[in-house]
């Protein structure tokens, strides 16, 4: 089945630092990937959907200059939360679609960041 | 109102009940729905597709309403390995297709 790989599995950094993650799909192309942000006990939150080859499309509410996103390959979505502050820290996933209509999709393992 | 609703439990259940959980959605123009599974700090895995016809995997049922727009989960004879949360997950055609989460159902089933 449809394999999304999400690197790296946990972050800690220091604030007004930058963190990347990275989000490839395995065995499918992805022309489009979705980011989320979950905090503790709530649901998953849609920030932003990835195209590869065009600019990401922010859900409203969402930094496009804070989180930059970058889709340059079919297989590889990045994430880069810039300028990271403590109230970023959550955990991040990404999932990828390898069709479309009634088909579900497949998330990363996730991505949980800590901002000190 | 939210896009897509659940109740978030918790439910607390024994060992080989039967447990329901019930989403509903309110936007007409969803067009996919699933269930998918969430254990603590992982990442949430598809659980099942839901067809308006209704489908069975094993010990899950789900069920799709249309005119009253919620689906529905039916566990049967719970097992412990079936603690988690479950996420009412709404796929709406505007064109493009975007995804929406319902908050999640915890589900504790103890011995």
């Known amino acids: 089945g449809a394999v999304v790989s999400q690197h790296p599995s946990w972050v800690i950094c220091k604030s007004g630092t930058s963190v990347k993650i990275e989000c490839r799909s395995l065995?499918?192309?992805?022309?489009?990937m979705f980011w989320y942000r979950q905090f503790p006990k709530q649901s998953l939150m849609l920030m932003a959907t990835?195209?590869?080859?065009?600019?990401?499309?922010?859900e409203q509410g969402v930094e496009k200059d804070k989180f930059l996103i970058n889709h340059a390959s079919l297989t590889l979505s990045t994430l880069t939360v810039t300028s990271a502050h403590p109230e970023d820290s959550s955990f991040y996933i990404c999932?990828?679609?390898?069709?479309?209509?009634?088909?579900?999709?497949?998330f990363g393992s996730g991505t949980r960041l800590t901002v000190v | 109102r939210k896009e897509v609703e659940q109740d978030p439990g918790p439910f607390n259940v024994p060992e080989g009940a039967t447990v329901a959980f019930n989403c509903t959605y309110s936007?007409?123009?969803?067009?996919?729905f699933f269930w998918y599974r969430q254990d603590c700090r992982k990442e949430p895995k598809l659980l099942m597709s839901?067809?308006?016809s209704g489908n069975e995997d094993g010990r899950f049922t789900a069920q799709l309403n249309r005119a009253s727009q919620y689906i529905s989960l039916l566990i049967r004879d719970s097992k412990l390995s079936d603690s988690a949360t479950y996420l009412c997950?709404?796929?709406?055609?505007?064109?493009?297709?975007?995804?929406?989460f319902g908050a999640g159902t915890r589900l504790f089933v103890k011995a």
């Open positions: 997950v709404v796929k709406i055609n505007t064109g493009g297709f975007k995804t929406i």
């Open positions: 936007n007409s123009a969803s067009q996919s």
């Open positions: 999932s990828a679609s390898a069709g479309q209509g009634i088909d579900g999709y497949t």
């Open positions: 065995d499918f192309q992805a022309t489009t």
């Open positions: 839901v067809y308006s």
């Open positions: 990835s195209n590869e080859g065009s600019k990401a499309t922010y």
